[in-house]
């Protein structure tokens, strides 16, 4: 079964820095892309961050410059270092993953990142 466990949520002031991190497991298929995506009370979830094979990012206009997100193959782990944190941010931030082959993709259960002004 298909599992993927988000971390490092939480609150921080605006200026500052968090890194989320989320663990795939439980697929024996290949990792096509994977991406944060997140949403905030009232809108609807939005694409923040997507890696796909070969390592091509994509971004969000709104993160671009402050936000990486990276991969750990090794780890089977997919991070999101956020800097310059503004309360516009503060939204719970979802992991998602597609694998090669399978027609769905699967989420994580999500974490909150709340900056404060």
């Known amino acids: 079964q298909v599992q993927l466990v988000e971390s490092g949520g939480g609150l921080v002031q605006a200026g500052g820095s968090l890194t989320l991190s989320c663990v795939v497991s439980?697929?024996?298929?290949?990792?096509?892309?994977m991406g944060w995506y997140r949403q905030a009370p009232g809108k609807q979830r939005e694409l923040v961050a997507a890696?796909?094979?070969?390592?091509?990012?994509n971004y969000a206009d709104s993160v671009k410059g402050r936000f990486t997100i990276s991969r750990d193959n090794a780890k089977n782990t997919v991070y999101l270092q956020m800097n310059s944190l503004k309360p516009e941010d503060t939204a719970v931030y979802y992991c998602?993953?597609?694998?090669?082959?399978?027609?769905?993709?699967?989420w994580g259960q999500g974490t909150q990142v709340a900056v404060s002004s």
């Open positions: 998602n993953a597609r694998f090669l082959g399978v027609p769905v993709d699967y």
């Open positions: 439980g697929s024996g298929f290949r990792i096509d892309a």
């Open positions: 890696m796909f094979r070969g390592g091509v990012t």
